[in-house]
């Protein structure tokens, strides 16, 4: 029998559950045959919905949990008090051992309290960061805090940077990730408080490839590997990121549609602008893993469909494979020796 990187996959979580996270599930199966899920939540909806579709069933299986943990609930009470959610049955799963990831479209407040509380952190990770892959001009970058940690501490962020540069290299491929400090300029006397002290910090770690400070307009040019700020910043940068992203979109197919003659001319670019666009759709790269916990833990978007659930639970056994925690531990064991 071979050795599957087992995936617990919150079936009610986000704005298209149950059907769009199962349509995912099912593709991720047929794409990679290491890959075995347990759809986690209303097992008579799950089975209802699973029916649609041919799959392997030695690959997928179906955990029952009667409660869901709404987007608008208190994450900690709902955390303490649903301990028959789809989420929390979940994590579980991943603390005791039964499976190797965690991934939800689900509440983001109940999955950071979750993957701390449950899951659990580390030895020696201060804080674990949520770490987007964001696209760029040559590929894509890691925006490492993108909604964790909002009053971060400059030890917190050396340790976003160690993280985020093992993710890159082993997950994503980028041999020698360099990595960046976001600024409001790109001289070392520059910025808050919080990037003056993380600064010579980042500069001085032999850990990484250190690079110095990057504006935000530098970003989406590919000037980075590794984009290191706290949350309340890159969460700013990535929503600011896809307004635009989906806003100009939606422009150039506008334009596109405005005279015959463009009508013909967006006929003719139609496959070349195909795959540029394709570059810069956020759901080509998966999810935002929660890094530094004992377990892997994904958070997709909550407007998820299939094709995003599929390439994060793919992502999920990349992770498994590289042996991320093991090279997180590591390094981060070397702090506090």
């Known amino acids: 029998m071979p050795e599957?990187?087992?995936?617990?996959?919150?079936?009610?979580g986000g704005d298209n559950a149950p059907f769009e996270i199962i349509k995912g599930a099912v593709e991720a199966l047929a794409t990679n045959e290491r890959l075995k899920v347990f759809l986690v939540g209303k097992e008579d909806l799950i089975c209802q919905e699973l029916g649609k579709y041919?799959?392997?069933?030695?690959?997928?299986?179906?955990?029952?949990?009667?409660?869901?943990?709404?987007?608008?609930e208190p994450p900690v009470m709902a955390i303490?008090?649903?301990?028959?959610?789809?989420?929390?049955?979940?994590?579980?799963?991943?603390?005791?051992?039964?499976?190797?990831?965690?991934?939800?479209?689900?509440?983001?407040g109940a999955i950071l309290v979750g993957g701390q509380v449950i899951v659990g952190r580390l030895k020696g990770v201060e804080r674990p960061p949520l770490a987007p892959l964001i696209p760029t001009k040559n590929g894509v970058a890691l925006l490492i805090d993108c909604g964790a940690n909002v009053d971060a501490r400059a030890s917190f962020l050396v340790q976003f940077a160690k993280m985020g540069s093992i993710y890159m290299e082993h997950v994503v491929g980028i041999k020698n990730p360099r990595v960046a400090i976001v600024n409001i300029g790109a001289e070392e006397e520059k910025g808050n408080a919080l990037v003056k002290e993380t600064f010579p910090l980042l500069k001085n770690c032999p850990d990484i490839h250190f690079i110095g400070s990057i504006e935000a307009r530098d970003i989406p040019n590919g000037d980075a590997d590794v984009i290191v700020c706290d949350a309340f910043v890159g969460n700013v940068?990535?929503?600011?990121?896809?307004?635009?992203?989906?806003?100009?979109?939606?422009?150039?197919?506008?334009?596109?549609?405005?005279?015959?003659?463009?009508?013909?001319?967006?006929?003719?670019?139609?496959?070349?602008?195909?795959?540029t666009l394709k570059?810069?759709?956020?759901?080509?790269?998966?999810?935002?893993?929660?890094?530094?916990?004992?377990?892997?833990?994904?958070?997709?978007?909550?407007?998820?469909?299939?094709?995003?659930?599929?390439?994060?639970?793919?992502?999920?056994?990349?992770?498994k494979e590289q042996n991320i925690n093991e090279k997180i531990k590591q390094v981060i064991s070397q702090d506090d020796e």
């Open 4 to 12: 599957y990187v087992n995936v617990a996959l919150d079936a009610m």
């Open 54 to 72: 041919t799959y392997d069933k030695e690959r997928l299986a179906v955990v029952q949990a009667s409660e869901v943990i709404e987007t608008a």
């Open 80 to 108: 303490r008090k649903k301990k028959d959610s789809s989420i929390v049955k979940a994590m579980t799963m991943v603390k005791e051992g039964e499976c190797d990831a965690f991934v939800s479209a689900g509440s983001s």
């Open 237 to 275: 940068i990535l929503k600011l990121y896809e307004g635009v992203g989906a806003t100009l979109i939606s422009k150039v197919k506008e334009g596109m549609m405005t005279t015959l003659r463009s009508k013909i001319g967006a006929l003719l670019v139609k496959p070349a602008l195909k795959t």
């Open 279 to 319: 570059a810069f759709d956020a759901s080509e790269y998966g999810g935002a893993p929660l890094l530094g916990l004992k377990g892997l833990v994904v958070k997709t978007h909550g407007s998820s469909k299939a094709k995003e659930i599929k390439n994060t639970l793919i992502q999920c056994v990349t992770f």
